[in-house]
């Protein structure tokens, strides 16, 4: 069965400083999606950047980045230039042929001034 | 397009009561998904739908609940009796094979059974 971990209950970061929040997953397919969605306390799921596994190359979405270690199952979010309205609660998912989408446990990212 | 509307935004209802959760997906997307998300279990997949077709009902946790979708337009998932512990938010969603869409959420609704 798929599964996705998030080993990082929680992170901080200062104002205008990067960080990464780090996913592993466990998959036997060979095509699939992963993806980053941030839940701030409003509760609304937005999508953050998206990554298709048949594709090398790291999506970047503005100051949001990943580092796609197909290989290691890693699938890591950079942020950059932090901001205070980047602080959330941040979900890693996998879904293989748009079925169902699978979630890992969430990283409370805290913003500091 | 509005996104996915879920509707009520809020439930508040007694024990042993029954609740209908209410989710209009995006025009066009084929798929669509309930997931319930609580601080012990995460976000977890309830049942999805295919082209209005239940294609993986494995999540829903038992008999007293319930989900259709009678068009490609509108969805509920119904609890019947409702307990305390399904205390939750609620989230549908949809997504689009064939246009490479993402999975877009809705607003969630926050059920408190008590």
Known sequence: AQTVTQSQPEMSVQEAE???????????ESDYYLFWYKQPPSRQMILVIRQEA??????????????????AKSFSLKISDSQLGDAAMYFCAYSAFWGKL???QGTTLQVKP | DAGVIQSPRHEVTEM???????????????????YRQTMMRGLELL??????VPIDDSGMPEDRFSA??????????????????DSAVYFCASSSRDRGDGYTFGSGTRLTVV
């Open chain 2, 16 to 34: 042993g009561q029954e609740v209908t959760l209410r989710c209009k997906p995006i025009s066009g997307h084929d798929y669509l998904f309930w």
């Open chain 2, 68 to 85: 259709k979708m009678p068009n490609a337009s509108f969805s509920t998932l119904k609890i019947q009796p409702s307990e305390p512990r």
């Open chain 1, 18 to 28: 990067t960080v990464t929040l780090s996913c592993t997953y466990d998959t036997s």
């Open chain 2, 47 to 52: 049942i999805y739908f295919n082209n209005n």
């Open chain 1, 102 to 104: 699978i979630f890992g």
């Open chain 1, 54 to 71: 048949y594709k090398q190359q790291n999506a970047t979405e503005n100051r949001f980045s990943v580092n796609f270690q197909k290989a």
